[in-house]
């Protein structure tokens, strides 16, 4: 029991869950669990269930059956807002930024959602400069300082991912989920975002889904691979890189 009690809470809890679309199963049933603080990779070939997954945690998707823990309490089945409220932010594989703003407005503008829902919020005077101070300590958060008033659309396609990392962290959520954050960069660009992105898994739980294997296996705590939508391995690196059926499955000659 004592031992038990040691743990560290789950971020995240996966159980038994399922998605089919019509006749497709395409999740026939992953259970996963994803301790507070871990940096979780999730790897595995082209329409392997990658994405889906995201979308059911995310909410953009329920589970055909199945549960999803966040923090300890039920989320499947719930509204991406309702999620993200709960502390749960998700970025995407296509940069979701507003092209024809600034740095600083499209922070703002991440920024607002959370805290200016609530109109009592909005009652105090000093709500506008929390707002504006948040915002700048974002920007300096992400490396984006001297592009602070740079319409995002003229931002080179790294620093546009990097505005996009910024606005998923707005709003403080302990849980990320990161969708191919590197897809498009090139070799110094994806070096300069590893150490971006092990500097934003301070303090926070992430779960990445990213092709770039150098990535991965420098940067995660654990790794899953799913094949055919099923989990056939979770992981250290260690383990995954010596894992027969992995190698067997996905990795081949790259481990
Ligand atoms: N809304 C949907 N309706 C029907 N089928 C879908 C839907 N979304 C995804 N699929 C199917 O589910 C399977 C898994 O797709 P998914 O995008 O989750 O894979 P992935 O592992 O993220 O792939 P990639 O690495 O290429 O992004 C694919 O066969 C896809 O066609």
Same mark, same amino acid.
């Given at each position: 029991?004592?031992?038990? /009690?040691?743990?560290?809470?789950?971020?995240? @809890?996966?159980?038994? %869950?399922?998605?089919?679309?019509?006749?497709?199963?395409?999740?026939?049933g992953?259970s996963?669990? %994803?301790?507070? =603080?871990?940096?979780?990779?999730?790897? *595995?070939?082209? =329409?392997? *269930?990658?994405? !889906?997954?995201?979308?059911?945690?995310?909410?953009?998707?329920?589970?055909?059956?199945? &549960?999803?823990?966040?923090?300890g309490?039920?989320?499947? *089945?719930?509204?991406?807002?309702?999620?993200?409220?709960?502390?749960?932010?998700?970025?995407?594989?296509?940069?979701?930024?507003?092209?024809?703003?600034?740095?600083?407005?499209?922070?703002?503008?991440?920024?607002?959602?959370?805290? =200016?829902?609530?109109?009592?919020?909005?009652?105090?005077?000093?709500?506008?400069? @929390?707002? !504006?101070?948040? !915002?700048?300590r974002?920007?300096?958060?992400i490396?984006?300082t001297?592009?602070?008033?740079?319409?995002?659309?003229?931002?080179?396609?790294?620093?546009?991912r990097l505005?996009?990392?910024?606005?998923?962290?707005? *709003?403080?959520?302990?849980?990320?989920?990161?969708?191919?954050p590197?897809?498009?960069?090139?070799?110094?660009?994806?070096?300069?975002?590893? /150490?971006?992105?092990?500097?934003?898994?301070?303090?926070r739980?992430v779960?990445?889904?990213?092709h770039?294997?150098? %990535? %991965?296996?420098?940067?995660? /705590?654990?790794?899953?691979?799913?094949?055919?939508?099923e989990?056939?391995?979770t992981?250290?690196?260690?383990?995954?890189? &010596?894992? &027969?059926?992995?190698?067997?499955?996905y990795? =081949?000659?790259e481990?």
């Amino acid at each position: 029991m004592a031992r038990a /009690d040691r743990r560290p809470p789950l971020a995240l @809890e996966l159980r038994e %869950v399922s998605k089919s679309f019509g006749a497709a199963r395409i999740i026939p049933g992953v259970s996963l669990t %994803v301790p507070a =603080g871990e940096f979780h990779a999730v790897i *595995g070939p082209n =329409g392997a *269930g990658k994405s !889906t997954l995201f979308n059911l945690i995310s909410g953009r998707f329920a589970p055909s059956s199945g &549960q999803i823990l966040l923090g300890g309490q039920p989320i499947e *089945g719930r509204s991406p807002s309702v999620i993200n409220r709960m502390g749960l932010s998700r970025s995407f594989q296509i940069t979701n930024i507003f092209k024809n703003i600034s740095v600083f407005e499209n922070i703002r503008c991440a920024l607002l959602g959370p805290m =200016g829902a609530a109109y009592s919020f909005w009652r105090r005077a000093s709500a506008w400069r @929390e707002i !504006t101070r948040e !915002t700048e300590r974002l920007i300096e958060e992400i490396g984006l300082t001297a592009r602070r008033d740079t319409i995002a659309g003229s931002l080179s396609y790294a620093e546009q991912r990097l505005l996009e990392v910024g606005m998923t962290i707005a *709003g403080d959520a302990s849980v990320l989920l990161l969708d191919e954050p590197m897809a498009g960069m090139n070799h110094n660009e994806i070096d300069q975002f590893s /150490d971006f992105l092990r500097r934003i898994g301070e303090g926070r739980t992430v779960m990445m889904v990213e092709h770039d294997m150098n %990535v %991965v296996f420098t940067l995660a /705590d654990r790794i899953s691979v799913l094949v055919y939508g099923e989990l056939i391995a979770t992981g250290t690196p260690a383990e995954i890189r &010596q894992d &027969q059926r992995v190698r067997d499955a996905y990795l =081949g000659a790259e481990a």
